[in-house]
C-alpha cells in the first residue's frame, strides 16, 4: 500500500508540472501569433467561428511538438523538486532504487507516447490540411477590404477598381470606376454612382462568391481597334465573382497525409525513388517522435536530480536547449533519409539514439 501511495505521488509530481506545460507553452504558441489572428478578424472581416477553428488547429498542430517539450520539463521539475527537498534520498534509503523509482513515470511517458503517436499519425496531418484550409477561406474574405478609397485597385478579380468612399464593413462605396479588360478585344469601363459588394455564402464558413451591385450608372465599350463605340445606362447592374472551393487548392506534402494514405501512396507501382524515400522517411519520423518520452524519462530524471542554484530556471534552460538540438539532429536525420544516405527507419532514429545514450549516462550517475 505504501509502495502504492508513493507511485501515485511521484506520479504527481511528474504530472502537475507537466500539464502545467503544455499550457504554458500552448498559450506563449498562440501569443506569437495573436498579432496574426487579429489582423485576420478585424482587417479580413473574417467570422468569430473561423478564427476560434484556427486556434484549434494551431493548437493541435504544435501538440506534436509541446507535448515531449513539456512531458521533459515535468520530469525536470518534479525529479529537481525531490531531490532538492532530499525526499530522493530518503526513497533510496528506504532501498527503492532509481529504476523502481521512475516506474511511475514510465507509466506516463507510455500515455504521452501514445497520445503523441495519434496525434502524428493522423491528428496532425489533419490539423495541418484544416489549418491551410482555413487560411484560405479567411483570405477569401479578404477582397472587400481590399478596396481602398481614393486609390485604383487592380487586385480585385483582375478588375481596375477606382471609389472615392468605401466601407469595408459594409460593402458599400460611392462614385466607382472600373475598367473591365478581361475580355482584351472588348474592354468595358463602368461608371456608376453607387456600389455595393455582397457576400454569397456556400456553406455556414465558406464564402463562394461576391456580387458587385452598381446603381445609376452606365456601361462604355469599344472595340480593339477603336471602329466602334456603345454605350448603355443602367439603374441596377450586377457582376457575380466566383470563388472556388478551396478544399485541396495546394500542393500536398507528405505531413499532410494521413498514416494509412501514407502508406498507400507508397505501395503506388512505378513511384519515382525519391519520392519512396520522402514518403517513408515521414512514416517513420511519427513513430520516432512517439518514441521520445520514453527515452526523456532517462534524460529527465538525470538532469533532473542534479542541485543547482536556480533550479527553475535550469530546468527551463535544459528542456529549452535539448529540444532545440533535438529538433536540428531531426531535421538534419529526415534530410539523410529523403536522399537515401540512410534506411529511413534508421536516419530518424539518429536524434532518439542520441537523447538515449545521453540519458543512459546521466541516468546511471544518478544511481547511486
Known amino acids: 500500500m505504501r509502495t502504492r501511495k508513493l507511485d501515485f505521488y511521484i506520479f504527481k509530481e511528474v504530472f502537475s508540472p507537466f500539464l502545467g506545460g503544455v499550457f504554458f507553452f500552448a498559450f506563449v504558441f498562440l501569443l506569437f501569433q495573436m498579432l496574426r489572428l487579429a489582423e485576420l478578424l478585424i482587417v479580413n472581416n473574417a467570422p468569430l467561428s473561423l478564427i476560434l477553428k484556427l486556434v ?40 527503492m532504487s532509481l529504476l523502481r523509482i521512475a516506474a511511475p513515470v514510465f507509466v506516463l511517458s507510455l500515455g504521452v507516447a501514445v497520445l503523441s503517436l495519434f496525434l502524428n499519425l493522423n ?38 477598381l477606382y471609389t472615392e468612399k468605401a466601407n469595408n464593413r459594409s460593402g458599400k462605396m460611392e462614385k466607382v470606376f472600373i475598367y473591365d479588360e478581361r475580355d482584351p478585344k472588348h474592354p468595358l469601363t463602368i461608371v456608376s454612382k453607387t456600389g455595393e459588394l455582397i457576400r454569397v455564402q456556400s456553406n455556414e464558413d465558406d464564402l463562394g462568391g461576391i456580387v458587385l451591385q452598381l446603381q445609376d450608372g452606365s456601361i462604355h465599350q469599344s472595340e480593339e481597334q477603336g471602329s466602334a463605340y456603345n454605350k448603355a445606362k443602367f439603374g441596377t447592374y450586377q457582376i457575380f465573382f466566383d470563388i472556388p472551393d478551396t478544399q485541396g487548392k495546394f500542393g500536398y506534402k507528405p505531413k499532410m497525409i494521413g498514416a494509412n494514405e501514407l502508406s498507400q501512396k507508397m505501395a503506388t507501382p512505378g513511384l519515382a525513388k525519391n519520392t519512396f524515400d520522402e514518403l517513408h522517411t515521414e512514416y517513420w519520423r511519427r513513430f520516432a517522435v512517439a518514441l521520445a518520452p520514453l527515452l526523456f524519462v532517462f534524460l529527465g530524471i538525470g538532469f533532473g536530480t542534479v542541485r ?61
Request: a positive charge; zero cysteines.
Open 56 to 95: 484549434w488547429t494551431l493548437i493541435v498542430n504544435f501538440l506534436p511538438l509541446g507535448l515531449p517539450i513539456s512531458f521533459l520539463v515535468g520530469v525536470l521539475f518534479g525529479f529537481s523538486r525531490l531531490s532538492g527537498d532530499s525526499e530522493l534520498v530518503a526513497m533510496k534509503a528506504g532501498g
Open 123 to 160: 491528428w496532425a496531418p489533419w490539423s495541418e490540411v484544416a489549418m491551410r484550409n482555413t487560411m484560405l477561406k479567411i483570405g477569401n474574405r479578404k477582397f472587400a477590404s481590399s478596396i481602398n478609397e481614393g486609390t485604383f485597385t487592380s487586385g480585385f478579380f483582375n478588375l481596375l
Open 308 to 368: 543547482t542554484r536556480g533550479a527553475r530556471f535550469g530546468v527551463l534552460l535544459i528542456a529549452f536547449v535539448t529540444m532545440a538540438i533535438y529538433w536540428q539532429v531531426q531535421v538534419a536525420s529526415v534530410w539523410v533519409g529523403d536522399t537515401g544516405m540512410l534506411p529511413a527507419w534508421l536516419a530518424v532514429e539518429i536524434p532518439n539514439l542520441l537523447v538515449a545514450a545521453v540519458g543512459l549516462w546521466t541516468f546511471r550517475k544518478a544511481s547511486w
